[in-house]
């Protein structure tokens, strides 16, 4: 069940907490979607994360940026509790979505991630028809009442992720047999057909060539007029072109968050400097 819109909290005490995060808040800020509070993450004795609070704006991409092993990833996984998975991993603090608890023991983490879509760094299409990776997760979900319903879901998802027009002759034909870029986009339509909040992406044009990046870049610009997105990024050039605001990791803290713009011309901390200038990372 959708949580109702009213439930978001708006851009909040993070600017009045104490904390070692730099921040900068949007001039004109957009309502919050996810709400994260001092989350650390163990791996057993090893602590990956530190304290980290930040806010998820709805309606935009938030990227995060960050050396090799910082901990971007981890946070990413904790927001749709793919971290659930992992043997001896524990997660602290608190994360909300629309001002629900999702570590509250009562949700269905199957239903969370319903809402919570994710696209992993390499495209991984099931070994199945194109309509059918597209149609598994409204399925599972029942979504469709009728066979037209799901036909309706595959090609408005299809659409979305900007693949029908390549696509509509071989539904029937193997996911796998697709390019590594429409691939991509095959995931991304998986991911939006159970009509997500938020879509988390892990690298997304990490395994792609420079014209499938470009297209996946479109894409995802088009889809923030609807989705509220996070993506962990390599790429500071990506970073800058598609998101709108971008947080900063190094080694399992978050130094630095704000505007992207901002972040890439006048950042705060000498840490988000160095990297960006490429001192380190």
Not at 37 to 61: C, M, N, T
Not at 135 to 144: C, F
Not at 225 to 254: D, K, P
Request: glycine residues 6%; negative net charge.
């Amino acid at each position: 069940m959708h949580m109702p819109t009213d439930k978001i909290v708006p851009q909040s005490d993070l600017y009045s907490r104490e904390s070692t995060t730099a921040r900068t808040p949007d001039e004109n800020p957009l309502p919050v979607r996810v709400k994260a509070r001092d989350v650390s993450v163990f791996y057993g004795q090893k602590q990956a994360l530190f304290d980290v609070s930040i806010d998820v704006p709805e309606k935009s991409v938030t990227a995060f940026i960050g050396p090799s092993g910082c901990g971007k990833s981890t946070f990413l996984r904790c927001l749709n509790r793919m971290n659930d998975t992992i043997e001896g991993c524990r997660v602290s603090g608190l994360i909300a979505l629309d001002g629900s608890d999702i570590y509250d023991p009562s949700l269905d983490p199957v239903e969370l991630r319903a809402r919570v879509g994710m696209v992993f760094q390499k495209p991984n299409p099931f070994p199945k028809s194109i309509y059918e990776n597209v149609a598994y997760g409204p399925r599972i979900h029942g979504l469709a009442r009728s066979r037209s319903d799901m036909d309706a879901i595959v090609e408005s998802s299809l659409q979305k992720a900007g693949l029908w027009s390549e696509v509509k002759d071989r539904l029937h034909e193997a996911g796998t047999g697709l390019s590594g870029g429409q691939q991509q986009r095959l995931c991304i339509a998986r991911a939006i057909a159970v009509s997500p909040e938020v879509i988390l992406m892990d690298e997304p044009c990490s395994a792609l060539d420079p014209i499938a990046t470009a297209r996946i870049e479109e894409l995802i610009d088009e889809l923030r007029q609807n989705y509220t997105i996070v993506i962990v990024t390599h790429s500071m050039q990506q970073a800058a072109r598609v998101s709108q605001r971008t947080a900063f990791f190094h080694l399992g803290n978050l130094v630095e968050e704000g505007p992207t713009d901002l972040i890439f011309t006048s950042p705060v901390e000498k840490r988000t400097q160095d990297y960006i200038t490429g001192r380190y990372g």
